[in-house]
């Protein structure tokens, strides 16, 4: 009996206004209301919502059968409160059944853990008092920022008394090792890792409507049969899908039959017999792992590199990137909370990935929501916005 | 476009940041959007000088309205430029700004980028098509405009990668390159 593992990831950030130079020390209105609300209602109405309803279907049909995990970053839980709060309300529903499992995760979709132990510690425990006030849940499997992980990173979160990571299934950190086994940080023996089969989920991801692609049209019998390729002599006991949960809906629309196919596929899964669905905090009653996977160095779900060149890559990163981290004993001193939720929110992957110029040349990555025609607008708007909050913290 | 050695090795000898116009001073070239940005720059960083390089029928528009704002001590007019004069200016720059209303192509930024100066170039440009590591605003974006100015003399890190990437990215333009791949599209169709 093979174990699999659905996760969902939902990370939308506070989208930042077009702030000039002469706004700083001038206006502290950093956010695009219009954006913030017209995005999150979209999102809302074209993927939360109807997948949700989906999820609870499919686990009221099949009862304690099929069960899923979601990370949910902070700021989209205060969008959804402050623009969508039936969101909120849906997904308290899928909570109340028992079948889905929240998971840990930054406050703001931060990129503090590539920085250091105090920022992202900050971060974590934002996030589960958010987590608490909101769905009344206490975590004890984290998935970060772009599945970000390194040894580190996993020792913080052992101390943090997190139990399992979810991770990209790098290759170069694997070797010859392969991800449907259970691994654990090699400092901390205690903390698990369940590692991401990246070329299946790509399947869906990036092929779902490739064209060009010898095995399109994907269909739900096709993936089954990709699984059971998949399924050697030597290979273990777990199958590890992490998603974006926007990929249903928003980046493949209704039209596509993207919702058909995850239906399908789940009903397929259940019913065939040989898989049994798991949430990530399961491994811990059911299997020890076995071995240990070294991780010297930060590993994301980035590209086919799997480094964090997409957010800190360019020198304009790296320069946002410090210039931001230098405030934080600003912000253990400052009072001023609007300007301290400010340097949070500007932690975010999103804004980074704005700046990155690893496809400038070669741009066959579409993005979603493009807000800047370049990375270098995306710049100076977020160093105009870090301006004013340096200030605005210092005050 | 072939690398000149020379075309940075002039100095400076004022203290602020300068920031460039070059060209003919006519309608099509946008200079009265260069004026309002500079008074928008000035009024926030008055370490800033501003150069508008050139002649043309809109001179006596962009002096006017240069005095109106009162920023004649920030703003500077050359006249005609030719030759190692146009190098040497170059040289002084901080910002090259070309607000071009429309532009077949505009050569102009090219040479900017060779002498290592950053550029700011309006979308309406042919020239805006090929070049990545330039800053491209609407014409009629002041804010924009002055937003990117002022990004580029303050950011330093915005300044570097504007600065050494530009210059290779101009370099790197060559009509042997453009010539080969019209040649490579000839030979795929006739």
Redesign the interface.
Known sequence: MKKICFHFQISQPFRLRTYRFFDINERHDYYDDYQNHYLTQRLAERCYLPANKMMLDLIKKYEKQFKLSFSISGSSINLFKQYCPEVIDSFKELIATGCVEITGNTYTHSIASLNNKTTFLEQVKLQEKLLKETFGVKPKSFCNTEIIYSDEIGEWLSEAGYQVVLTEGARHILGWKNTSFLYCNPYQTDLRLLLRSYRLCDDITLRFQDRSWDQYPLTADKYMQFLHNTMGESDGPLFNFFWDYETMGEHYPAETGIFDFFRSLIDKLVQSGSFQFISPTDVLTMDTPVSTLHAPWPISCSGEEKDTNEWIGNSLQQEAFNQLFKLEDLYKKSKNKEAKLAWLRLQGADHFNFMSNKWLEHRFVKRNFEVYSSPYQAFINYMNVLNDIKIQLSE | MVPNPQKHAFARNVNEKIVTFLGRVTFQKGPIYFVETAK?VL??DPNVRFVLAGDGDMMQVVIDRVAELGISDRFHFTGFLRGTDIDKMFGMSDVYVMPSISEPFGISPLEAMQSKVPVIIS?QSGVSEVL?YA??VDFWDI??M???I??IL?????Y???SVKGQEEANNLKWEDVAKRLKIIYEKYV
């Open positions: 928008m009024d926030r979308k990545n800053i491209k804010n924009a002055a937003d990117a002022y990004g303050h950011y330093p890190s915005l570097n990668i504007l």
